[in-house]
């Protein structure tokens, strides 16, 4: 009887893609898949370790896994915290069979391994293959790593820097997920290519986008650097039919941008905003910004809640600034009382919760184009998969398909359709 493995994800869209790559290499190697980690001969663990509370969602993950496997099974862990403390974690959890970083096969005998104990790369995540998408959407990851130095971030420093893939390898992928609609994800989406002048050069985003959107219905872009978000770009994202922009601002004050070592300003993301909307009224817009960053003052709140109110943006997240080791940002003065960032945090919520419900509301009675995700569930143009909204439609209709539906309720950030 084939062996069995169980795979838990944590994090980001782009380490749901890493996941999909190892299940395909499983898969290869003739283990069968299970929903239950206690039957599992095989359970892995991909880790995020992007903010605090990320990495002890991860370690409660692990526990509760370990807690959970039968006996003889191996439990693997991978991702973001394998790479970034292996020799750290691999001490800390001597339940864990192996500590397995990026490049790092997962390997099924029972002694601990240290990230630095094996070359990397050795399995090349981003270019392996996938088995077909079990949802009728999928992330395709485009590029790994990132060449940027923001100042709360560490990616850079366990992801390296980007790594840009053949526009053919994409596609390929494109083909083997079989998906309707497919999502574009890196740590800097927009700056595809820019690590490669002589085969790829700034500005690849825009022909890679119109080749995806040649074989996929519906593509969608997530995590676009404001400042790469060209008129070209802008035009070939209006032109798949998806008007989706997702802008990582994570501020609007122009010194705590600085501070933050990021481009731009409230104003400059407001008329960008404003030269989308005058093309496509329609389009929708998601952000997310950190409060409590070293320095914040409360005249930098105040711009934040202005520019929220005034942008009226679909979707937002907020999140608490985390110290991270080895950033720019932990040298730095003018720290924020934990206190007052939750203060901060719930006005803004507050505030989009009635921007995102208005926003909604405005769509109740009008027609949209749907893809049932599952039965009763859709989601339109508007709506990313996972983060956003749904749209709760008739059980009858086909799972997979476009359906055009009409809205006529809507609750907070869902809204309620019928068949049109």
Not at 50 to 79: C, H, Y
Not at 195 to 208: F, T
């Amino acid at each position: 009887m084939a062996q069995r493995f169980y795979v838990e994800t944590l994090g980001c869209p782009k380490n749901q893609v890493d996941s999909d790559k190892l299940v395909g290499t499983l898969l290869a190697d003739g283990m069968t898949p299970t929903d239950d980690a206690t039957l599992a001969d095989l359970v892995v663990v991909n880790t995020c370790a992007f903010i605090d509370d990320a990495r002890k969602e991860s370690i409660d993950t692990i526990l509760m896994l370990e807690d959970q496997r039968k006996d003889g099974a191996r439990l693997v862990v991978t991702g973001c915290m394998a790479e970034r403390y292996g020799d750290e974690l691999a001490a800390a959890l001597p339940e864990v069979d192996q500590v397995a970083g990026f490049g790092v096969p997962i390997n099924l005998g029972r002694k601990p391994l240290s990230v630095s104990d094996v070359p990397i790369p050795m399995l090349d995540l981003l270019n392996l293959p996938r088995p077909k998408s079990a949802s009728p959407w999928a992330y395709i990851k485009i590029a790994e790593g990132c060449d940027r130095s923001c100042g709360f971030c560490a990616i850079p420093s366990f992801r390296g820097p980007q790594r840009s893939r053949d526009v053919r390898s994409i596609l390929d992928e494109v083909e083997q997920l079989q998906a309707q609609e497919i999502v574009l994800v890196a740590q800097d989406l927009a700056s595809y290519g820019k690590d490669r002048p002589d085969v790829l050069g700034a500005g690849s985003i825009v022909p890679l986008v119109k080749a995806v959107s040649a074989v996929a219905t519906w593509t969608r872009l997530l995590y676009l650097y404001p400042s790469d978000l060209t008129d070209e770009l802008i035009d070939v994202i209006l032109a798949t039919d998806v008007a989706y922009f997702d802008l990582s601002l994570q501020h609007v004050s122009k010194p705590l941008l600085r501070r933050m070592r990021r481009w731009g300003d409230g104003d400059r993301f407001l008329r960008r905003i404003g030269d989308i909307r005058e093309r496509q009224s329609h389009a929708a817009f998601r952000s997310n910004f950190i409060v409590g960053y070293p320095g914040e003052t409360e005249e930098d709140h105040d711009q934040l809640l202005r520019f929220v109110e005034e942008a009226e943006l679909d979707w937002c997240g907020f999140f608490k600034y985390s110290a991270e080791e080895g950033t720019y940002a932990v040298g730095l003065d003018g720290a924020v009382d934990s206190s007052l960032m939750n203060e901060r945090l719930a006005e803004l919520r507050e505030l989009q919760d009635d921007i995102t419900a208005r926003r909604r509301d405005a769509l109740i009675g009008t027609t949209t184009k749907v893809l049932v995700d599952e039965p009763g569930i859709a989601r339109s143009t508007r709506e990313a998969p996972e983060i956003d909204g749904i749209i709760e439609v008739p059980a009858a209709l086909s799972v997979g398909q476009f359906h055009m539906v009409r809205i006529v309720d809507a609750m907070g950030p869902d809204l309620v359709a019928e068949s049109n």
